[in-house]
Nanobody
Framework: QVQVVESGGGLVQPGGSLRLSCAAS????????MGWYRQAPGKQREMVAL???????DYAASVRGRFTISRDIAKNTVDLQMNSLKPEDTAVYYC?????????????????WGQGTQVTVSS
């Protein structure tokens, strides 16, 4: 089993910064993709930032240039540095780990989610 735990949420004023951290633990051979999603009240969960094991990154257009994702593959951790925060960034932020299993050539993947951490941007 795999556990995914986020930390670092909180209340911040517009224009401020926050750093979210996430750690995956348990029976892990490797993690393909690790990253962040968010869900605001009354809205669907949306991708914020993802980082693949090969190094490629993907950002939502709304956060590009303000948020930076970083990952430590050896430690199974991923961080999200959020700068220039806006009220519309307010949401519950979830960490996701796409864990790989099986031998080479017969690999399969399972998604694991954290419990979420609240980020509130308000004056």
């Amino acid at each position: 089993q795999v556990q995914v735990v986020e930390s670092g949420g909180g209340l911040v004023q517009p224009g401020g910064s926050l750093r979210l951290s996430c750690a995956a633990s348990g029976t892990i051979r490797s993690i393909n993709v690790m990253g962040w999603y968010r869900q605001a009240p009354g809205k669907q969960r949306e991708m914020v930032a993802l980082k693949a094991s090969g190094g490629s990154t993907d950002y939502a257009a709304s956060v590009r240039g303000r948020f930076t994702i970083s990952r430590d593959i050896a430690k199974n951790t991923v961080d999200l540095q959020m700068n220039s925060l806006k009220p519309e960034d307010t949401a519950v932020y979830y960490c996701k780990a796409v864990v790989q299993y099986g031998p080479v050539g017969r690999t399969y993947e399972d998604d694991y989610w954290g419990q979420g951490t609240q980020v509130t941007v308000s004056s």
